[in-house]
């Protein structure tokens, strides 16, 4: 089982440490072994596709994209990529994440299996319709 931190936030990772937090995503993804930057700038990439209006930002020290409230997180772990989706995003794809481990609001995929960018990219759209949905109904309340 990896660390509860993400990798080269200095606690357990057993990679870079860092004193302070990245400063964009572009430093976070430097921190990495090559074969993992590429599959946290294609993770990045999909949901730049998948939510082209969401801003890119550092949140909890992992790089987050944000489209009226937070949309995702995603952070690099030793044995893992971890994709925090909210729990609404866990529950509208539990039945494709059921092969995953993970906990209310997030999910393990392991770095020695495929990445699952295709249910990521679905993710993402679902999480962005949401927030888009959420933020309506509050201006209209206004």
Same mark, same amino acid.
């Given at each position: 089982?990896?660390?509860?931190?993400? $990798?080269? #936030? *200095?606690?357990?990772? &057993?990679?870079?440490?860092?004193? @302070?937090? =990245?400063?964009?995503?572009?430093?976070?993804?430097? &921190?990495?072994?090559?074969?993992?930057? &590429?599959? !946290?700038? /294609?993770?990045?990439? @999909? @949901?730049?596709? $998948? $939510? =082209?209006?969401?801003?890119?930002?550092?949140?909890?020290?992992?790089? %987050?994209?944000?489209? /009226?409230?937070?949309?995702?997180?995603?952070?690099?772990?030793?044995?893992?990529?971890?994709?925090?989706? %909210?729990? %609404? &995003?866990?529950? /509208?794809?539990?039945?494709?994440?059921?092969?995953?481990? *993970?906990? +209310?609001? #997030?999910? +393990?995929? =392991? !770095?020695?299996?495929?990445? =699952?960018?295709?249910?990521? #990219?679905?993710?993402?759209?679902? +999480?962005?319709?949401?927030? !888009?949905?959420?933020?309506?109904? +509050?201006? /209209?309340?206004?």
């Amino acid at each position: 089982m990896g660390s509860k931190y993400p $990798a080269g #936030s *200095g606690k357990g990772s &057993g990679m870079k440490t860092e004193q @302070t937090a =990245p400063k964009d995503i572009d430093e976070y993804i430097a &921190g990495f072994p090559h074969d993992v930057q &590429g599959i !946290l700038e /294609k993770i990045r990439a @999909t @949901t730049r596709k $998948a $939510a =082209p209006d969401a801003e890119e930002a550092i949140s909890y020290r992992m790089p %987050t994209f944000i489209l /009226k409230g937070n949309l995702v997180h995603f952070a690099a772990f030793k044995q893992h990529i971890g994709f925090y989706p %909210t729990p %609404t &995003g866990i529950e /509208k794809f539990q039945d494709e994440l059921s092969v995953y481990e *993970g906990a +209310r609001g #997030s999910v +393990r995929f =392991p !770095l020695e299996k495929p990445i =699952p960018f295709g249910l990521i #990219s679905k993710i993402v759209k679902f +999480r962005a319709k949401e927030n !888009l949905e959420r933020a309506e109904a +509050r201006r /209209k309340k206004e």
